[in-house]
Nanobody, 124 residues
Framework: QVQLVESGGGLVQAGGSLKLSCAAS????????MAWFRRAPGKQREFVAG????????VYGDSVKGRFTISRDYTNDTVLLQMNSLKPEDTAIYYC?????????????????WGQGTQVTVSS
């Protein structure tokens, strides 16, 4: 049974930082491209960042480029999202997702597994 469990969300002031973690209980973690998406109130789900199954390739949504960094830890089967210079518009529920593919896609429907999400709130 596959489980993705996000943690690390919370309340932070604008300009601050947070680090999200996604613990993956998944057979052969290295077979999956991993990604973070987010959904703000009243908006569609948005691609935030993705990392390839090897970890060598990363991709970011335009709104977070230069501020967020995605990485993965094969020892602990974990995906991390370091978020710096946070803005109020980053407020959303952040979801971890796994796709049985080499490279991450920005299309949510292609992902096989999803976590329950963690709330990030950035105050102005």
């Amino acid at each position: 049974q596959v489980q993705l469990v996000e943690s690390g969300g919370g309340l932070v002031q604008a300009g601050g930082s947070l680090k999200l973690s996604c613990a993956a209980s998944i057979q052969t973690f290295s077979n999956y491209a991993m990604a973070w998406f987010r959904r703000a109130p009243g908006k569609q789900r948005e691609f935030v960042a993705g990392v390839s199954r090897t970890g060598a390739s990363t991709v970011y949504g335009d709104s977070v480029k230069g501020r967020f960094t995605i990485s993965r830890d094969y020892t602990n089967d974990t995906v991390l999202l370091q978020m710096n210079s946070l803005k109020p518009e980053d407020t959303a529920i952040y979801y971890c997702a796994a796709d049985f593919a080499a490279y991450p896609s920005d299309t949510p429907d292609l992902y096989d597994y999803w976590g329950q999400g963690t709330q990030v709130t950035v105050s102005s």
